[in-house]
Nanobody
Framework: QVQLVESGGGLVQAGGSLRLSCAAS????????MDWYRQAPGKQRELVAH???????NYADSVKGRFTISRDNAKNTVNLQMNSLKPEDTAVYYC?????????WGQGTQVTVSS
């Protein structure tokens, strides 16, 4: 079992920055990759950023150059630094951890970007 707790969401003006954190606990060695997803009202949940155990990363085209995912293995955390935020980045952001057999989700954190 893996437990995930997100933090760092909030309200920010367009052009501003936020840093989201996801703290993992439980069966940490079983985690292969960790992702950040987001879901805006009326839209499907979408993958925002992905990081493997080895540190390789991938990003959605919409956030490339603005968002950076990183992981601190010593603290069992994954962070999402979000810069140059836009109103269309407004969503609930979810942390996700993948093991060989399961997919775990955090409770989500709201990010609201005002124009």
């Amino acid at each position: 079992q893996v437990q995930l707790v997100e933090s760092g969401g909030g309200l920010v003006q367009a052009g501003g920055s936020l840093r989201l954190s996801c703290a993992a606990s439980g069966s940490i060695p079983s985690i292969n990759a960790m992702d950040w997803y987001r879901q805006a009202p009326g839209k499907q949940r979408e993958l925002v950023a992905h990081i493997t155990r080895g540190g390789s990363t991938n990003y959605a085209d919409s956030v490339k150059g603005r968002f950076t995912i990183s992981r601190d293995n010593a603290k069992n955390t994954v962070n999402l630094q979000m810069n140059s935020l836009k109103p269309e980045d407004t969503a609930v952001y979810y942390c996700n951890a993948k093991t060989a057999s399961n997919n775990y989700w955090g409770q989500g954190t709201q990010v609201t970007v005002s124009s």
